[in-house]
């Protein structure tokens, strides 16, 4: 195994230089070229970091402890922990996760990742809500995911929900569609009050009055769709903006129903791009990303810049479906999410195809 020393002695510097230069502390203390040629010779000799003899000597471990709550479990969301452990990787840490069923467990799993002595948490949850942090991570640097704690204080990072909604509805608006309907979410939800008032302004700013009889709020199963049902019937929408992909389904149904196509006689729009809706849905469904990669990658280079008292700025950006927002900016901070066109939205190249001939 190659050591400083060895590295010191081909480059002709202190071991001490080499030790600033290999731990990212040669900063204004070591010259660029020399700082440069020692980690041109640590990675020509093959040198890797021992992070016992670091953890021993720095009294940090480079472990990151991501708390959730269903996330885990969740197949779709995954992309969140993924980002995180890919930012992590980059940023020289390991990536140690739980999933929590509730406060029930919560303090135990919190207690866990404290024994292997983590550096700092990432906390994250299912759906964009307010949160109340749990008080044993009070004394650790804390980021929040698809959250916000009540205060304001702790640094996070959620999807721009107005943004969303906004971004959808002008896409139907663009579409030509006159009677634009909202199937929302009968949930008090950080989403879902975001949603609606991007859908209300989109319609303002378009030249539309805003109708609440063009909005239902629904849960699921059966109550949903004769909800939905009862929209078409009322209202005669010719267009959709979906809280979620899943809602999207009950205006499939009962398009369907009607002897409508949906990206001809009806558009549709959701959120999620979930893979089971998005992409068996006929025809395909436009809809809005969720930036779960994205806020995972995020709040990992975040939590690293509060461990290292570390600006953040200079830390690799990944190619991503959306651009991550700044690491200095406004808290909460907002990912203006993607909008993926499908076939979905009359007068998309892909839905001219369903046109009759």
Request: glycine share 8%.
């Given at each position: 195994?190659?050591?400083m020393?060895?590295i010191?002695q081909?480059?002709?510097v202190s071991?001490?230089?080499?030790?600033?230069v290999?731990n990212?502390?040669?900063?204004g203390?070591v010259?660029?070229?020399v700082?440069?040629?020692?980690r041109?010779?640590a990675k020509?000799?093959?040198?890797?970091?021992?992070?016992?003899?670091r953890?021993?000597?720095?009294?940090?471990?480079?472990?990151?402890?991501?708390?959730s709550?269903?996330v885990?479990?969740?197949p779709?969301a995954?992309g969140?922990?993924l980002?995180?452990?890919?930012?992590?990787?980059?940023?020289g840490?390991?990536?140690?996760?739980?999933?929590?069923d509730?406060r029930?467990?919560?303090d135990?799993?919190?207690?866990?990742l404290k024994r292997y002595g983590?550096d700092g948490?990432?906390?994250a949850?299912?759906s964009?809500?307010?949160v109340?942090?749990?008080?044993v991570?009070?004394?650790y640097?804390?980021v929040?995911?698809?959250?916000t704690?009540r205060?304001?204080?702790?640094?996070?990072?959620?999807?721009d929900e107005?943004?969303?909604?906004?971004?959808?509805?002008?896409r139907?608006v663009?579409?030509?569609?006159?009677?634009?309907?909202?199937?929302g979410?009968?949930?008090?939800?950080?989403?879902q009050?975001g949603?609606?008032?991007?859908?209300?302004?989109a319609l303002?700013d378009?030249?539309?009055v805003?109708?609440?009889?063009?909005?239902?709020?629904?849960?699921?199963?059966?109550?949903a769709?004769?909800a939905?049902?009862?929209?078409?019937?009322?209202e005669s929408?010719?267009?959709?903006?979906?809280?979620?992909?899943?809602?999207?389904w009950?205006v499939?149904?009962c398009a369907?129903?009607?002897g409508?196509?949906?990206?001809r006689d009806?558009?549709v729009?959701?959120v999620?791009?979930h893979?089971?809706?998005a992409?068996t849905?006929?025809p395909?469904?436009?809809?809005?990303e969720l930036p779960h990669y994205e806020?995972?990658y995020?709040?990992?280079?975040k939590l690293v810049s509060?461990?290292?008292?570390r600006?953040?700025?200079g830390?690799?950006?990944?190619?991503?479906t959306?651009p991550l927002p700044p690491y200095?900016?406004?808290?909460?901070?907002k990912?203006h999410?993607?909008l993926?066109?499908?076939a979905?939205?009359?007068?998309?190249?892909q839905?001219?195809?369903l046109?009759?001939?």
């Amino acid at each position: 195994m190659t050591t400083m020393k060895e590295i010191a002695q081909r480059t002709g510097v202190s071991v001490s230089t080499v030790s600033l230069v290999l731990n990212g502390r040669d900063e204004g203390r070591v010259k660029s070229e020399v700082a440069a040629e020692v980690r041109r010779t640590a990675k020509e000799l093959g040198y890797t970091s021992n992070p016992l003899a670091r953890s021993l000597r720095t009294g940090k471990t480079r472990i990151l402890g991501f708390v959730s709550e269903e996330v885990a479990t969740t197949p779709y969301a995954g992309g969140i922990i993924l980002g995180a452990q890919d930012a992590a990787s980059r940023l020289g840490y390991m990536l140690l996760t739980v999933n929590t069923d509730g406060r029930a467990n919560e303090d135990e799993e919190i207690a866990t990742l404290k024994r292997y002595g983590v550096d700092g948490f990432m906390y994250a949850k299912m759906s964009n809500r307010y949160v109340d942090v749990p008080a044993v991570l009070d004394d650790y640097p804390l980021v929040l995911v698809d959250a916000t704690d009540r205060a304001g204080r702790i640094p996070s990072i959620e999807p721009d929900e107005f943004r969303i909604a906004y971004d959808a509805t002008m896409r139907l608006v663009d579409a030509g569609c006159e009677r634009i309907a909202y199937v929302g979410c009968d949930e008090p939800m950080v989403a879902q009050e975001g949603r609606l008032a991007g859908y209300r302004s989109a319609l303002e700013d378009a030249g539309r009055v805003f109708d609440e009889a063009l909005v239902a709020n629904v849960l699921n199963n059966g109550p949903a769709l004769r909800a939905v049902d009862a929209l078409f019937d009322r209202e005669s929408p010719d267009g959709f903006f979906c809280f979620n992909d899943a809602r999207a389904w009950y205006v499939y149904e009962c398009a369907a129903r009607r002897g409508l196509t949906v990206g001809r006689d009806v558009s549709v729009v959701g959120v999620d791009n979930h893979r089971i809706f998005a992409e068996t849905l006929e025809p395909q469904l436009t809809t809005v990303e969720l930036p779960h990669y994205e806020m995972g990658y995020w709040a990992a280079c975040k939590l690293v810049s509060l461990i290292e008292d570390r600006d953040p700025s200079g830390f690799d950006v990944p190619d991503t479906t959306a651009p991550l927002p700044p690491y200095d900016g406004c808290n909460p901070a907002k990912v203006h999410c993607t909008l993926v066109e499908k076939a979905s939205v009359r007068g998309s190249a892909q839905s001219d195809a369903l046109s009759p001939a």
